[in-house]
């Protein structure tokens, strides 16, 4: 292989690309839209990536140090939890949402099924802090990282310091989770020229553009807004969603719209997981709408599909899974830090 | 001049410059009061307005965006944009004013954090988010905090907990406050929680922990009752 070559591979499946000032650089493709996270604020480094990586999977972050970041969101899953409807914290806790997938988070305004977060840096707080989930504090966290066997190397490497700030941990965190580009599916090969759909994926993809695309938006498959899809409320939840954060009834029952890609490892769906499998997802918008009359307007219009015609659109909603990202070497446990392999 | 007599001038004149230096080096302090008396925290203090006595454990709070103005015209800002204000860090109540124009007749800061720094990120110092002033099930900073006990309180263990904060419309707490200067070296900014409970009923209002419309009331509440104090 020339080293041209090895560059290039490095490009792809890692994300970011190197400069001479040991900055790295995020990369995706050219269809995609600038990033909304503002990169100048916190400049990729491998040092701080390869510390915001360690952070995500270490059990460290919560309260009895038996839950990570990973617990919920696995790379294997897109960053999302398998089988699971609500995340699952420390002791056994059941929370009363499903862990979104992770990816393409860069170019994200908000975090959250309800926008409760507003920017990747401050995601963190709110899993570490829950008592549901890692029941921690983020000042307990510091205080344990400090005093670790690994960590006050790990971030004197990153930030040339030895004394562990929550603004050092949290910007670590986003680090890594920026660098879970997803760009490499058969979708984004078609989109490169490298590529062709098949007539019942292509047929799958006009169907997606007419009945999906105005919220879920390419090339990210999501346009970040807050949506009432729908679903009845589960009374045994009774998640209003958006409202909690706003107040405004208006937003009762809307949630954030989530990304298409990589449905295939992502699932259960929806915000509380209710939906196991994608046919019931087309399901759920042909058939199964509830209160149409606070539904979102993009879903007032019944959307008619004849069973072909969901199998085609199903077929084009495949071609979103990305396994180059799922099993990118570079975002998986890293053995070697945590371990000392 | 012998060599010892130089040294004595080199020491005396570094002394007085020293002393200068001192004289030059302005500040603003905040004075934190419980009825006319500097509040000291988990003392029991009688307080006249609630006719009861009063614990208090934590006050805190963030001052933004220092500007000094001369009829009218800003004339000069201090470089730092947030300072976070907590009565168990003595040090953390004087602002220096090294630098700063003193030729001006109104000072004007915000209690809490503005907007934009809220979509911000994370930020380090003061804006640290470890300093208990950051909300972590959604995101933004608490801009004023204020926590304690006094058996008037109906809440859980008569504990009362004011956390304001919230930066989104039509719910946004950082509040204005315009305080007019004569000629004073040193600013002293007081609030006596005295005033607060002047105008807040703590049997009915003793637990804000979220962002709305009672928090923005009572923000613009505790804006009013920062006052000029005497050197």
Not at chain 1, 260 to 286: E, Q
Not at chain 2, 111 to 127: E, F, K, P
Request: proline letters at 4%; hydrophobic letters at 35%.
């Amino acid at each position: 292989m020339s080293k041209k070559t090895i560059i290039l591979l490095a490009v792809v499946t890692l994300g970011f690309a190197f400069d001479s000032s040991g900055i790295l650089e995020l990369t995706y493709p050219e269809y995609f839209p600038e990033p909304v996270y503002d990169l100048k604020k916190n400049p990729l480094t491998s040092e701080k990536i390869r510390l915001g990586r360690a952070l995500f999977y270490d059990n460290i972050l919560s309260a009895d140090n038996t839950v990570s970041c990973a617990s919920c969101h696995s790379p294997y899953n897109a960053f999302a939890h398998s089988d699971h409807d609500l995340s699952h914290g420390i002791g056994d806790q059941i929370g009363t949402r499903n862990a979104p997938a992770l990816m393409n988070l860069a170019w994200h305004n908000s975090f959250m099924w309800d926008g409760a977060i507003n920017h990747l840096d401050m995601q963190a707080l709110a899993p570490i802090s829950h008592p549901k989930e890692m029941g921690d504090s983020i000042t307990n966290v510091i205080s344990k990282l400090q005093h670790s066997k690994i960590y006050p190397k790990l971030f004197q490497e990153a930030y040339q310091d030895s004394v562990i700030t929550g603004e050092y941990l949290l910007k670590a965190l986003s680090q890594f989770q920026l660098t879970l580009v997803s760009s490499q599916s058969k979708y984004d090969d078609v989109k490169l020229g490298k590529d062709t759909f098949s007539t019942q994926e292509m047929n799958g993809y006009k169907l997606f553009s007419h009945h999906c695309n105005s919220c879920h938006t390419e090339p990210l498959f999501t346009n970040h807004s807050f949506k009432n899809n729908g679903l009845e409320i589960d009374t045994t939840l009774n998640d209003y969603g958006r409202m909690t954060i706003t107040s405004n009834p208006a937003d009762s029952l809307k949630f954030k719209v989530p990304t298409l890609r990589n449905l295939s490892f992502s699932s259960p769906y929806m915000h509380d997981g209710r939906l196991r499998k994608l046919s019931h997802v087309i399901k759920h918008y042909t058939s199964g709408l509830h209160d149409k009359a606070i539904i979102s307007d993009e879903l007032k219009k019944p959307i008619v599909l004849t069973s072909n015609e969901k199998v085609d659109l199903l077929a084009f909603l495949l071609t979103l899974d990305d396994k180059a990202f799922v099993f990118n070497p570079a975002h998986q446990f890293p053995r070697e830090i945590l371990l000392g392999d | 001049m012998t060599m010892k007599s130089t040294l004595l001038t080199l020491c005396f004149s570094f002394l007085y410059f020293f002393a200068i230096g001192q004289e030059n080096n302005r500040t603003i302090s905040f004075r934190i009061l419980s009825n006319d008396l500097p509040l000291t925290l988990e003392t029991s203090t009688y307080s006249p307005v609630l006719n009861d006595s009063i614990s208090y454990e934590v006050v805190k709070f963030y001052v933004s965006e220092f500007e000094f103005f001369k009829n009218g015209i800003c004339v000069d800002s201090l470089i730092q944009k947030h300072f976070l204000i907590d009565n168990e860090k003595p040090e953390s109540k004087i602002i220096d004013l090294t630098g700063a124009s003193n030729n001006y007749d109104e000072l004007r800061f915000n209690i809490g954090i503005d907007s934009l720094t809220n979509c911000a990120g994370a930020m380090g110092n003061d804006l640290d988010p470890t300093t208990g002033m950051y909300w972590t099930w959604q995101s933004g900073y608490i801009n004023f905090k204020l926590e304690g006990t006094t058996s008037s309180c109906p809440g859980r263990s008569n504990r009362f907990q004011y956390h304001l904060g919230g930066y989104q419309a039509p719910f946004a707490t950082c509040a204005a406050v315009s305080l007019d200067i004569s000629n004073q070296k040193n600013i002293v900014i007081e609030l006596d929680t005295e005033s607060f409970w002047e105008k807040n009923n703590v049997s009915e209002t003793y637990e804000i922990m979220s962002p709305g419309k009672k928090a923005v009331e009572l923000s613009n509440l505790v804006s009013q009752l920062f006052k000029l104090g005497h050197e």
